[in-house]
């Protein structure tokens, strides 16, 4: 986060928060948001985006804090679960305001969401058309919805390949024809609302190619529609997945350009087409809130293996960051509670838990005076690493603290054994 400093001291201090005192006070390990950094991100986008509406993808991170936030600095909220429309809601975020995501919503979910008054729901297979319009029918409401169209954009991290046929779960195809169905399906049955068509083309995306191509084919699918229905749709939302930078070889793009880019295929195609150009939306989730956090551990043990390297194990691990395990994701470390001039020594930063695969940083320079109880810090921890974390090995997940101007406040409360084992009914 842009708020860390190295005092005097040699100690990483965050928000204005020495990082010794946070662990004092709340433990570790333990997730530190920067709140002046989420904010900074929240308006970044929102200014770079001013003419498209952000929707900030809770599944990175979402906790009632953090909507209340989001909510303050005006941005819009994307959810994917019943669970993540209750924590907005809990927190009171306007449900005009709310996506709703998902490829097998419930009824249940359906029903919450429709009674809520969610803003739209992006709709993702006939048999959830079919549910939805049930709904309103019974209901006499009639929801506004986005079709999730699969562009056949493959996203990879520096490049994209163009596929004919997307063999995944998400969205209605393009290419085989459902997608443009299940627009003239819903347009004339008339129980739901279309506001546009969405698409996703993937997450921790460098190369803004694979946005172009997938604007390109979704204004071609909304001129097809124009086409068969004389129905212009009035939105367009091209989802989320922009890069951010885990270490230094990382290089994401900046808001602002990505922004003149997108705006720019968006308008260029739908001049083409003869199409007014609709309200564009984005979903950005990890380019937010991934930043604005680091995990702070603290180190147990240092092991040098037939010098080769040296294995640093910490008090968490895999439970509260499954991303390096799970996506061979790359991350860095720092020794956070005091500076060093020791030899760099080369480092696996590893957890506690009973695999080998349990590695939080698989390489990293370290001083070779590591030692236990020193603190490490690892940045970009904000996105898919508290909503992903597990109880593995019965490990109570950890808490995030949020600090601002000098002071800590706990958004998420730690785990403690007694509620695992309050889940346990003997
Ligand atoms: N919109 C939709 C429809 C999505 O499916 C996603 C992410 C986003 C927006 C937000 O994407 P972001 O801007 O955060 O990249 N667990 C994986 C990432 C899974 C992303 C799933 N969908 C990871 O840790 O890398």
Do not use: W
């Not at 708020?3 to 005097?8: G, K, L, N, P, S």
């Not at 309200?279 to 240092?302: C, D, H, K, N």
């Not at 002071?407 to 346990?424: F, G, H, K, P, Y």
């Amino acid at each position: 986060p842009r708020t860390v400093t190295r005092a005097d001291s040699g100690a990483l201090t965050v928000g204005g928060v020495d990082v010794r005192e946070i662990a004092r006070q709340h433990g570790t390990p333990v997730y530190v948001l920067d709140e002046a950094d989420f904010r900074a991100r929240c308006r970044e986008f929102a200014a770079a985006f001013s003419d498209c509406d952000v929707y900030y993808a809770g599944k990175a991170f979402i906790c009632k804090a953090i909507v209340r936030i989001v909510a303050e600095e005006g941005l819009f909220l994307d959810v994917c679960s019943g669970g993540e429309l209750a924590v907005a809601l809990a927190a009171g975020f306007p449900p005009e305001r709310l996506g709703f995501h998902g490829n097998n919503k419930s009824v249940a979910e359906l029903t919450r969401a429709v009674e809520a008054g969610v803003g739209r729901i992006i709709v993702d297979s006939f048999d959830e058309i079919e549910r939805l319009t049930a709904i309103a029918r019974e209901r006499g409401v009639r929801p506004s919805v986005l079709i999730r169209v699969t562009v056949g954009v493959e996203a990879h991290t520096h490049e994209f390949i163009a596929t004919a046929h997307e063999d995944q779960k998400f969205g209605f195809s393009l290419a085989g024809g459902a997608a443009l169905a299940a627009a003239l399906k819903i347009i004339d049955e008339d129980a739901l609302e279309l506001r546009g068509l969405h698409s996703h083309i993937g997450s921790q995306i460098f190369d803004t190619g694979g946005f172009e191509v997938s604007a390109r084919r979704v204004v071609e699918l909304q001129a097809r529609i124009r086409d068969a229905r004389g129905v212009e749709l009035p939105e367009l939302d091209l989802g989320g997945g922009f890069g951010i930078a885990y270490t230094s070889q990382d290089d994401p793009a900046e808001p602002g350009d990505l922004a003149k880019r997108l705006r720019k295929i968006v308008e260029d195609e739908c001049n083409l087409a003869g199409l007014a150009v609709p309200q564009v939306s984005i979903e950005p989730g990890r380019a937010i809130v991934g930043p604005a956090m680091f995990t702070l551990y603290e180190v147990g043990t240092v092991k040098d293996v037939d010098g080769i390297r040296s294995y640093v194990s910490v008090d968490g691990g895999m439970s509260d960051n499954i991303r390096t395990a799970l996506y061979d994701a790359s991350y860095s470390a720092t020794v956070a509670n005091r500076a060093s001039n020791a030899t760099p020594m080369l480092a696996r930063v590893v957890g506690k838990h009973c695999e080998a695969g349990d590695i939080v940083v698989k390489d990293e320079f370290l001083p070779a005076d590591v030692r236990p109880g020193d603190l490490l810090a690892v940045p970009g921890t904000g996105a898919y690493c508290r909503s992903m974390a597990s109880n593995y090995n019965h490990v109570p997940r950890p808490s995030v603290v949020a600090v601002t101007e000098g002071a800590t406040r706990v958004i998420v409360r730690r785990e403690t054994e007694d509620d695992l084992l309050a889940l346990d009914m003997g």
